[in-house]
């Protein structure tokens, strides 16, 4: 019977450290794929970014046509980049055709950071991985459009002069508010979403890793 329990117990023990070794590979793994996964994720997304993009436009064109539609008419695309029409402002401003000029990209560098953290993750299907992708680009359009939605806000209250800074007071937005959402859009949420994503993605994972270590 002692010599059944000893078994027992050295089965067990070598089944653990079986799993132990097991997840050891899989983090180690995860730091490799990473730095194989995430240049490929930058290439595809800035090969990609005009096509990406679109969509970022017309979420923030019906934006401004549902909060401003007297302050912001209208939406073109010039390439990865966008150009909203101000008829506050006389001329255009950076190179843009007619309007205020915008980049989504600096908002969204979170989708190629999300699309190498995903496929570098060892236990997914492919499944899996696609419906992580998917809907991380999803909730990357939101944080992209809150970029640009208050970029162009920023831009048009304290920087293309005094008309177009009493057209946005006067639909209620202060400058406090403004410099707040800005500043959130453009450092806080392009970081931290992909990163917080990931890890609800697949929390069972780290979980699993983290008691190992």
Known sequence: ??????????????????EEKSESSQVRDLFILSALWLPMGF???????????????????????????????G??????????HVPVIAGPVGDGADGVLTNPLIYGY????????VMATPPLSWKQRIGQ??????????????????????????????GAAVAVEDLGFSKTLIALCYQMGYLILPAVVPIALWI????????RVARRW
């Open 133 to 162: 992708i998917l809907f991380g680009y999803a909730a990357m359009l939101a944080v992209q459009s809150w970029g640009v939605f208050w970029e162009i806000m920023k831009n048009l209250s304290f920087q293309l002069g005094p």
């Open 43 to 73: 290439f595809l997304w800035f090969y990609l970014s005009s096509v990406l993009v679109a969509p970022v436009m017309l979420i923030c064109d019906a934006l401004f046509e549902w909060v401003a539609p007297e302050l912001v008419r």
């Open 75 to 84: 939406m073109v695309q010039q390439g990865y980049r966008i150009v909203a």
């Open 110 to 117: 979170g989708v190629p950071l999300l699309f190498g953290l």
């Open 1 to 18: 019977m002692t010599s059944e329990n000893q078994s027992q117990q050295d089965k067990d023990a070598t089944q653990q450290a079986a």
């Open 200 to 207: 609800l993605f697949n929390r069972r994972f780290l979980e």
